[in-house]
């Protein structure tokens, strides 16, 4: 079983809708949680956080996290063209070991 | 705040050469940092863990005497690609880490011939 795992895509949506990215982790210990976006041909950016269950909400990016469920999601709302992109989840665990997932592939369509 | 350089940005070499990338944390001391290497639309792989004043921790499957890593300092850790073959040109990319968030560098894209 690998250590995160996301949906690679691609995913399309509607400019102006809501995009949903989902990732799920192996281990059960684990306390960091991580977005990062990637543009094609560039490294990837680090757009949001989270630590505790429950939401965080940051302009348009909503992630949401579910220890129990080891599930966590990115909420993408009024979707832009600019945001077409791979959106990597990653996890560092409880041996301080960071992983990241093979990304999902986004595109917003005008 | 933290900001990850790299140097140089793109690079091209003949097969057999050897190859140095630089990796600097700019606001910020790292006592260790990432290399990872991406191939064209593929995840992201990590190849080594960088540590100031020690060794490297290599993944398994990584050559360590191909792919030489100097952490000489908080924040420059420097990624040596030694004869360089075609199937080395990839996008490699370093992180350090500020807590418990990885930043990343720009990426160097080397292409050998």
């Known amino acids: 079983q690998k250590e995160v795992e996301q949906n690679s895509g691609p995913l399309s949506v509607p400019e102006g809708a809501i995009a949903s990215l989902n990732c799920t982790y192996s281990?059960?210990?684990?306390?960091?949680f991580f977005w990062y976006r990637q543009y094609s041909g560039k490294s990837p950016e680090l757009i949001m956080s989270?630590?505790?269950?429950g939401d965080k909400e940051d302009g348009r990016f909503t992630a949401q996290l579910n220890k129990a469920s080891q599930y966590v999601s990115l909420l993408i709302r009024d979707s832009q063209p600019s945001d077409s992109a791979t959106y990597l989840c990653?996890?560092?665990?409880?041996?301080?070991?960071?992983?990241f997932g093979t990304g999902t592939s986004l595109t917003v369509i005008p | 705040g933290a900001v990850v350089s790299q140097h140089p940005s793109r690079v091209i070499c003949k097969s057999g050469t050897s190859v140095k990338i630089e990796c600097r944390s700019l606001?910020?001391?790292?006592?260790?940092m990432f290399w990872y290497r991406q191939f064209p639309k593929k995840s992201l792989m990590l190849m080594a863990t960088?540590?100031?004043?020690?060794?490297?921790?290599?993944e398994q499957g990584v050559e360590k005497d191909k792919f030489l890593i100097n952490h000489a300092s908080l924040t420059l850790s420097t990624l040596t690609v030694t004869s360089a073959h075609p199937e080395d040109s990839s996008f490699y990319i370093c992180?350090?880490?500020?807590?418990?968030?990885?930043?990343f560098g720009p990426g160097t894209r080397l292409t050998v011939t």
């Open positions: 992180s350090a880490g500020v807590h418990y968030e990885q930043y």
């Open positions: 281990d059960r210990g684990s306390q960091s």
């Open positions: 989270i630590y505790s269950n």
């Open positions: 990653a996890v560092m665990n409880t041996g301080n070991q960071f992983y």
């Open positions: 606001d910020f001391q790292a006592t260790t």
């Open positions: 960088s540590n100031e004043g020690s060794k490297a921790t290599y």
